[in-house]
């Protein structure tokens, strides 16, 4: 019988962790929270539910918080789940059979958001498809935000869905969305990319028009509408972010402060 590490990555999640501790024991044979400085109950409560915890200091990269926790998880397979995120009963069958097999592919989810208590099934927030699941030592996280998984094994899709219990709040989105942008500008900047003011409008008139017309968020009446000028915001601010540094001096420029980590959009 193969075995499976459970990965989340956390920071302040307390209100989070019972739910997601109770869905990872359906099929985790080790628990494994890669914190980076929670200051409320989140660690204490993973080590009382028997998970392991690990704490790797936040420095504004997602994938290396990932990538760091491959150096203590012991399963045969790794599973990675944010804080707000629970495998369905299907998806916890299957992962049960997966991990008896032989470990040679990588795996992905079906993934359905709920956000500000509206199950969205379309648009901005519709269902989106996330890669989760590989043999250990067989992967490697790249990007900052926004990461994405390097692997070399075939990639078998699941039909299999996790629920995403997302944004509560309208502040808490406002508050991550200010948080991933900057880091995002960052990171582009690092690596040499450019953008004005025009492109930060054009991206996100672009992006709006994709998520309310193409992707049917049309369909999702007013919270439609509302995720879809969410969704513009959002991509205006990463790339106005961006286009700022072109004109701030090098010393005003903001360094990016530690933050929250757990639920994104």
């Not at 962790?17 to 400085?37: H, K």
């Not at 997602?62 to 397979?77: D, M, V």
């Not at 991206?203 to 994709?210: C, E, I, Q, R």
């Not at 513009?232 to 990016?256: C, D, F, H, N, V």
Request: proline share 4%; glycine share 8%.
């Amino acid at each position: 019988m193969g075995t499976v590490t459970a990965i989340i990555l956390t920071k302040n999640e307390e209100r989070q962790m019972p739910g997601v501790l109770e869905n990872c024991r359906a099929w985790a044979d080790q628990i494994l929270i890669v914190d980076s400085g929670s200051t409320d109950r989140t660690v204490a409560i993973a080590r009382e539910r028997g998970a392991d915890v690990i704490y790797r200091e936040w420095d504004g990269d997602f994938s290396a918080q990932r990538n760091f926790a491959l150096t203590e998880a012991r399963g045969e397979w790794v599973l990675y789940m944010d804080a707000d995120e629970r495998l369905t009963p299907a998806a916890v069958t299957k992962v049960r059979a997966i991990k008896a097999g032989i470990p040679d592919h990588q795996y992905s989810f079906k993934r359905t958001n709920i956000a500000f208590h509206h199950h969205f099934a379309r648009g901005a927030f519709g269902p989106d498809r996330v890669t989760r699941l590989f043999p250990n030592h067989q992967v490697t996280w790249v990007g900052k935000v926004h990461e994405r998984p390097e692997c070399s094994l075939p990639l078998t899709a699941l039909p299999e869905a996790m629920d995403h219990y997302t944004y509560d709040t309208f502040e808490q989105w406002w508050r991550k969305a200010g948080q991933y942008t900057s880091i995002w500008a960052d990171d582009a900047w690092s690596r040499g990319r450019r953008a004005g003011i025009g492109k930060a409008a054009l991206h996100a008139l672009a992006g709006m028009f994709k998520v309310y017309i193409l992707q049917g968020g049309f369909t999702e009446g007013s919270m439609g509408f509302v995720a879809t000028l969410q969704h513009g915001i959002y991509t205006a601010m990463k790339y106005a972010k961006l286009a700022e540094k072109e004109w701030l001096p090098e010393a005003s420029r903001p360094l990016q402060a530690p933050g929250d980590q757990g639920k994104r959009s």
